[in-house]
């Protein structure tokens, strides 16, 4: 069935810098990639998706990088702020099934 | 319109009871799905509404879990029998009309947090 792998499951940057975060998906029929931030006691927030006709998508800070071929994907921040700190999950979709598969997430964790 | 809430927001109960939670979904929105998520992991597709319709259940949805979304509107996910392997945070989202090319935006509530004891 349609599995979503993400890595790290824990990421502990120092503010201003990096953090990448990356995800392989089964389902070769993916078309949709979005990713979602998770703050404590909060349900999950779209922050960045991709669509499969696009390798590479920005949005200020945040960048989403995709590659078909070898079915995986990451999320980029850059300059990273201590709101950042979240758990972030990535997830798959495609048109057939009209649901998403989530990744097991990614607590990110800014040191100031 | 203030986004997707969910009712209640916390519920303890015992095992072997039977626990109803509610879910209002973004008024022109309808899809409307409901995932489960447990400690540490993503959120887990359990069914998925368009309209009144449910289109598709998990198979790891067992009988004992029922969803209705009777007008099209808001949607009641029921839990009989419960088990303390139930125990998780049950989050709804919506979303609106198909976007080209399938899948789009889930607007997730603030979930209903279960625990049996």
């Known amino acids: 069935g349609e599995n979503v792998e993400q890595h790290p499951s824990t990421l502990s940057v120092q503010e201003g810098d990096s953090a990448v975060i990356k995800c392989t998906y089964s389902?070769?029929?993916?078309?949709?990639f979005p990713w979602y931030k998770q703050e404590l006691g909060k349900g999950p927030q779209l922050i960045i998706d991709?669509?499969?006709?696009?390798g590479e998508k920005k949005d200020q800070r945040i960048a989403v990088t995709l590659n078909k071929t070898a079915k995986h994907f990451s999320l980029h921040i850059t300059e990273t702020q201590p709101e950042d700190s979240a758990v972030y999950f990535c997830?798959?979709?495609?048109?057939?099934?009209?649901?998403?598969?989530f990744g097991s997430g990614t607590r990110l964790s800014i040191r100031p | 319109d203030t986004g997707v809430s969910q009712d209640p927001r916390h519920k303890i109960t015992k095992r072997g009871q039977n626990v109803t939670f509610r879910c209002d979904p973004i008024?022109?929105?309808?899809?409307l799905y409901w995932y489960r998520q447990t400690l540490g992991q993503g959120p887990e597709f359990l069914t998925y509404?368009?309209?009144?319709?449910?289109?598709?259940k998990s198979r790891l949805l067992s009988d004992r879990f029922s969803a209705e979304r009777p007008k099209g509107s808001f949607s009641t996910l029921e839990i009989q029998r419960t088990e303390q392997g139930d125990s998780a945070m049950y989050l709804c989202?919506?979303?609106?009309?198909?976007?080209?090319?399938?899948?789009?935006?889930?607007?997730f509530g603030e979930g209903s947090r279960l625990t049996v004891l």
């Open positions: 389902d070769s029929a993916s078309n949709y």
């Open positions: 989202a919506s979303s609106p009309t198909a976007v080209p090319g399938g899948t789009g935006e889930l607007f």
């Open positions: 509404f368009q309209n009144e319709a449910q289109l598709e």
């Open positions: 997830a798959a979709g495609n048109p057939g099934a009209s649901k998403i598969i």
């Open positions: 008024s022109e929105h309808n899809r």
């Open positions: 991709i669509r499969s006709n696009v």
